[in-house]
Nanobody, 111 residues
Framework: QVQLVESGGGLVQPGGSLRLSCAAS????????KAWYRQAPEKQRELVAI???????NYADSVKGRFTISRDNAKNMVYLQMNSLKPEDTAVYYC?????WGQGTQVTVSS
């Protein structure tokens, strides 16, 4: 059974940083692309960042230069380092791979 569990969300002031983690189980660690999505209130879920099996990355324009996605295949983990956070980054963040989704972790950027 595939399970994805996110952690690391919370409340942070504008300009601050957070690191999200996603632990996967029941999947082949290096077998799939891994991605982070987010959904803000009353908005559609959007792709934030993706990392391929070979480590290539791609980002939404809104987070380029501020967010970094990485993966650790030995631990079957994917991370999202978020720096210079803005209030508009406030959302529930989800990790995803192979059409499976985690339960999400709330990120709130507010003073």
């Amino acid at each position: 059974q595939v399970q994805l569990v996110e952690s690391g969300g919370g409340l942070v002031q504008p300009g601050g940083s957070l690191r999200l983690s996603c632990a996967a189980s029941g999947t082949i660690a290096s077998g799939y692309h891994k991605a982070w999505y987010r959904q803000a209130p009353e908005k559609q879920r959007e792709l934030v960042a993706i990392i391929t099996r070979t480590g290539n990355t791609n980002y939404a324009d809104s987070v380029k230069g501020r967010f970094t996605i990485s993966r650790d295949n030995a631990k079957n983990m994917v991370y999202l380092q978020m720096n210079s956070l803005k209030p508009e980054d406030t959302a529930v963040y989800y990790c995803s791979e192979n059409n499976y989704w985690g339960q999400g972790t709330q990120v709130t950027v507010s003073s």
